[in-house]
């Protein structure tokens, strides 16, 4: 290896060794903000059990809870190896390159002893002078003397080399025993976690066997649920169809009127010789575009635009609570598995509850001992079960975030809600809707 390819190679080793150091940190950060989100879920998903469980029995939301609750702490500790993983990857990285720096080393440095005793051997002025002298024209002599010159400083470059390479791999050794204390901790960290996650799961268990217990109870109240939802579902398309019908009619009497207008004009309109090229007769020249749905006209287009455009990031209708029931499929703690169309959001009984987006009330519905307001958005519906207090009414005009009821509780006791979108196609899923 030439001394110009050893330089080159140096530099761009610690070009290398650097980048790599950067992009490393880097990840290492964003593993510790998502480590960091992960630990405040945690602490809020503890709140909400420890408050659950300080005023009801085992329940569906406390089964909600934990599991949630111990989903996170898997998500913990997933991103604990992950970090594990990226500091073994740059152990690995730097002690080869240390093996490297090495390897190097002893190339240099016999480079050097043997430039060395090649000078001591030639350290005489004779020879110096010998060497000169005896060029063959005094232009040789010149290059003689500027070659000897650049050996002397090619020498000293050797020892700086040395001298460069050794300071570079003291360093590589003091961050290779940093990321290994960095290592021992988060496996520290990490045995924590896992500690943490066996008693977790525990307590899981012993919610579950809790709930088995109330076998017969909870049936019942799924049933009783099922029903509720049933009904629900029917008021929902009881309002869709009614919307349904009503543009229906509103549009046979706007087509009606525009044909008694035309025909008036056609009446009172002087006779017109048709056009040598041709004229239009029966259908107007231009017809206007029809709509995507009959529910849009005028008055509301621009809304369900903006309603679709907002998909995604339409706000909760309560502050703060947990979702018991996803939209689909959910299997229960006794196995059973029960089919939503909406969701359920447990949240404190008597906090507010608002329009997720600008509407119309479609109607208010009493469902057994509980209420149901259905929002219009166009042909959007916005649907809110399981209320009390409610403070709208049917025909009104509402705006996002206005309060439109009250969280009324549920067959278990607890402060829940139930929430729907439907087009008049069918059922939508809520979350897909909703900011993440």
Request: with cysteine; proline share 2%; glycine share 4%.
């Amino acid at each position: 290896m030439t001394t110009m390819a050893k330089q080159v190679f140096l530099f761009l080793t610690c070009i290398f060794l650097l980048s790599a150091a950067v992009l490393q940190a880097q990840t290492r950060e964003e593993l510790e903000k998502q480590r960091a989100q992960l630990k405040k879920e945690m602490e809020q998903t503890q709140k909400l059990l420890n408050s659950n469980k300080a005023k009801t029995k085992e329940n569906l939301v406390q089964w909600k809870l934990i599991n949630d609750k111990v989903n996170l702490q898997n998500r913990i500790i997933d991103n604990l190896s992950k970090d594990i993983n990226l500091l073994d990857n740059n152990i690995y990285s730097n002690q080869r390159e240390i093996n490297r720096y090495n390897k190097l080393l002893d190339t240099l440095k016999e480079e050097y002893a043997k430039s060395m005793v090649y000078a001591y051997k030639n350290r005489g002025n004779y020879a110096f002078l010998n060497f000169i002298f005896s060029a063959a024209s005094f232009n040789d002599a010149i290059r003689r003397v500027a070659y000897l010159k650049y050996y002397r400083d090619y020498r000293k470059k050797q020892g700086e080399n040395i001298l460069r390479t050794q300071e570079l791999r003291r360093q590589r050794i003091a961050e290779l025993g940093g990321i290994k204390v960095q290592k021992s901790e988060v496996l520290k960290t990490k045995d924590k976690e896992m500690a943490s996650l066996e008693v977790q799961k525990q307590e899981k268990d012993k919610i579950m066997s809790e709930l088995k217990k109330q076998g017969k109870e909870l049936n019942t109240q799924l049933a009783t649920y099922k029903k509720q939802m049933k009904k629900v579902d029917n008021a929902i398309a009881a309002a869709i169809n009614k919307a349904l019908a009503d543009a229906k009619k509103a549009a046979l009497k706007k087509a009606n009127e525009e044909a008694a207008a035309n025909k008036a004009a056609e009446a009172t309109a002087p006779a017109i010789k048709p056009s040598v090229k041709g004229s239009t007769t029966g259908k107007a020249a231009t017809t206007k575009k029809a709509p995507e749905s009959i529910l849009l006209n005028a008055e509301n287009i621009a809304l369900n635009e903006n309603f679709v455009k907002n998909r995604g990031i339409l706000p909760w209708p309560v502050d703060k609570g947990v979702t018991i029931m996803h939209y689909g499929n959910n299997t229960l703690p006794s196995g059973s598995v029960i089919t939503v169309n909406g969701i359920t959001v447990s949240s404190d009984i008597g906090s507010n509850v608002k329009a997720v987006f600008d509407g119309v009330v479609s109607n208010v519905v009493f469902i057994e001992d509980m209420q149901v307001v259905i929002i219009q958005h166009g042909k959007y519906f916005s649907t809110y079960s399981n209320l009390n207090n409610v403070s709208v009414q049917r025909g009104q005009n509402i705006k996002t975030g206005q309060v439109i009821g009250k969280v009324a509780a549920n067959l278990d006791g607890v402060g829940a809600i139930d929430f729907f979108i439907n087009d008049e196609r069918g059922n939508l899923d809520p979350e897909r809707w909703l900011k993440r």
